[in-house]
């Protein structure tokens, strides 16, 4: 982006004042990891959060975030005749992400 002369960008802050409401903490236990404790947060704790009355959104922090990776072998994709834009696709169209929250 072109700003004009003068101009300076910034990042503005996570949160505003009126945004943050509330801090709180997992205990969760001790060999529990902080995949699974993130999971747990995203998946358990913060749809219940969202559904009570009077609260906008819940941001999650903190924790690992799971993830997957595709690891493409070149040659299983010749002798199967598959491009890599083929693969990139079946994932596409294996993996959209919707909102399914409440109504």
């Known amino acids: 982006v072109s700003l ?3 101009v300076q960008a ?3 802050p996570l949160t505003t004042a009126v945004g943050e409401i509330y801090r709180y903490i997992i205990e969760a236990p001790a060999g529990m990891s ?4 993130r999971a747990l947060q995203d998946w358990v704790i913060r749809p219940e959060l969202r559904i ?17 990776q595709v690891q493409v072998d070149p040659n299983l994709l010749k002798r199967y ?17 919707v909102g399914g929250g409440t109504i």
């Open 4 to 6: 004009p002369a003068g």
């Open 52 to 68: 009570v009355s009077g609260v906008a959104d819940v941001v999650s922090f903190g924790g690992t975030i799971k993830e997957y």
């Open 81 to 97: 005749a598959v491009t890599l834009d083929q693969v990139n696709q079946a994932l596409a169209n294996n993996n959209s992400n």
């Open 34 to 37: 902080e995949n699974d404790i």
């Open 10 to 12: 910034s990042i503005a």
